[in-house]
């Protein structure tokens, strides 16, 4: 199974974005979804999650307050409605599946989109 995130762009600092991630196929067992990142230069942080059962989500200090993760399940797709973007905010953002009780690199990666945010 692939994940496709889509919808990242060029946005103003204090501008608004909201990226989608789609999974190519059904994903059987899944206990969570989560958002991650990767700045330039930078090693991959974590975003947030959703967990798949109870719909709980946690997200990173960074993010919290700006960043909403929700689901849409008619549309099988994923999202983080993001907010008061930042410079620092600029990254590629991946979307990621974690199944079987397992961790998240153990589970469904996509190839990312790239979110710009200019000051």
């Known amino acids: 199974v692939q994940l496709q995130a889509y919808g990242g762009g060029l946005v103003q600092a204090g501008g608004s974005l909201r990226l989608s991630c789609t999974p190519s196929?059904?994903?059987?067992?899944?206990?969570?979804m989560g958002w991650f990142r990767r700045a330039p230069g930078k090693e991959r942080e974590f975003v947030g999650v959703?967990?798949?059962?109870?719909?709980?989500?946690v997200y990173a200090n960074s993010v919290k307050g700006r960043f909403t993760i929700f689901r849409d399940d008619a549309k099988n797709t994923l999202y983080p409605q993001m907010i008061n973007l930042k410079p620092e905010d600029t990254a590629i953002y991946y979307c990621a599946a974690a199944i079987s009780g397992g961790t998240f690199d153990a589970g469904y990666w996509g190839q990312g989109t790239l979110v710009t945010v200019s000051s």
């Open positions: 196929g059904r994903i059987l067992s899944r206990n969570a």
């Open positions: 959703i967990n798949w059962s109870d719909g709980s989500t």
